[in-house]
């Protein structure tokens, strides 16, 4: 079974534009998951989609948003781009059924540099 | 409330020691406690998770000790390899509705040849 795909994989952007990454689940997932990892903030949790629908929400701005497709893939977007943005941003996917206590796979991350 | 603590930061163990991991929660309606082992360019995997009603779980060389009075839950390895230089971090989540985890900041493990 392919495991998570994130795509770009490496991103460079400068401040104030946009950004769009994409996320393809495991096969028969439902359920993607989108996470900043920062050296100053550690892994931080952004939003759960299920079902084409946001399922939960972490603590960032609204220029973080997100959606997912009917085939279950997700893209993040990020507006006006600040410098903090720089980071490594991971998507998980799980079958989206039996809540926190359910595996995650995680993909290898889109690295954002914000210059 | 939502913060976990991780410590160290950084360890260091000679090949065939015990590698020790602690974290510590404050918020008690937390009911799942994942580690996740990451190495360089991938991202996390899960290694093993404890819920508060176990007092302790090993799945290998890897085990969870979870005091839940204290609040603290603290990943093992025993008999460290070099192949488990990575970095490790304890979550937390609450709930049956959804993936929701606070992580702590991550420890950096080296195991020495």
């Known amino acids: 079974k392919a495991g998570v795909t994130q795509t770009p994989r490496y991103l460079i952007k400068t401040r104030g534009q946009q950004v769009t990454l994409s996320c393809s689940p495991i096969s028969g997932h439902r359920s993607v998951s989108w996470y900043q990892q920062t050296p100053g903030q550690g892994l931080q949790f952004l939003f759960e989609?299920?079902?084409?629908?946001?399922?939960n929400k972490g603590n960032f701005p609204g220029r973080f948003s997100g959606r997912q497709f009917s085939n279950s893939r997700s893209e993040m977007n990020v507006s006006t781009l600040e410098l903090g943005d720089s980071a490594l941003y991971l998507c998980a996917s799980s079958y989206g059924l039996a809540g926190p206590k359910e595996t995650q796979y995680f993909g290898p991350g889109t690295r954002l540099l914000v210059l | 409330q939502q913060q976990v603590k991780q410590s160290p930061q950084s360890l260091i163990v000679q090949k065939g020691g015990i590698s020790i991991i602690n974290c510590a929660y404050e918020n008690t309606a937390f009911d799942y406690f994942p580690w996740y082992q990451q190495f360089p360019g991938k991202g996390p995997a899960l290694l093993i998770a404890i819920r508060p009603d176990v007092s302790e779980k090993k799945e290998g060389r890897f085990t969870i000790s979870f005091n839940k009075s204290a609040k603290q839950f603290s990943l093992h390895i025993m008999d460290s390899q070099p192949g488990d230089s990575a970095t490790y971090f304890c979550a937390a989540s609450r709930g049956n509705y959804g993936q929701n985890f606070v992580f702590g900041p991550g420890t950096r493990l080296s195991v020495l040849p």
């Open positions: 989609y299920f079902s084409e629908t946001q399922r």
